[in-house]
């Protein structure tokens, strides 16, 4: 009996030790790096593993948020989706939902801005040509 209750254990144990194996890198791993607008190159987000996304245009730093990524943004929440959140220095925030983050290797970053619903898109080689 004590040898079947181990066995039993241990083949409950195998999807969870097999399974971490499969599990992709979390949205806050994934964004991290330069992302260039895909409309204006000369636009690019850095995001850092600190938490700070900085903004630059031809190179020039213009601004600094804090970003979290989450289920849920102001008057936004989905279980199912991720959000990005940017706060400025006067917190204010700025609320984007994830479509997507480098899926399947593409190098696209894909964000919907919540209060305009407008569509963005990042690449993360400034030389890509986006094919979509």
């Known amino acids: 009996m004590k040898k079947l209750f181990l066995i039993l254990l241990f083949l409950l144990q195998i999807p969870t030790v097999f399974g971490q194996n499969q599990v992709e890198d979390p949205s806050t791993k994934k964004i991290i790096g330069t992302w260039y607008a895909d409309a204006n190159r000369n636009a690019k987000w850095v995001f850092t593993s600190d938490g700070k996304l900085y903004n ?18 102001q008057n936004n929440s989905d279980d199912n989706s991720e959000f990005l959140t940017l706060r400025d220095k006067d917190g204010n925030e700025f609320c984007f939902k994830i479509n997507a983050i480098n899926e399947n290797k593409t190098g696209v970053l894909s964000l919907i801005k919540m209060d305009t619903m407008q569509p963005l898109l990042f690449v993360n080689n400034v030389n890509v040509k986006r094919g979509m």
């Open 56 to 73: 630059y245009d031809k190179d020039i730093f213009k601004v600094m948020f804090r970003y979290t990524i989450s289920h849920g943004c």
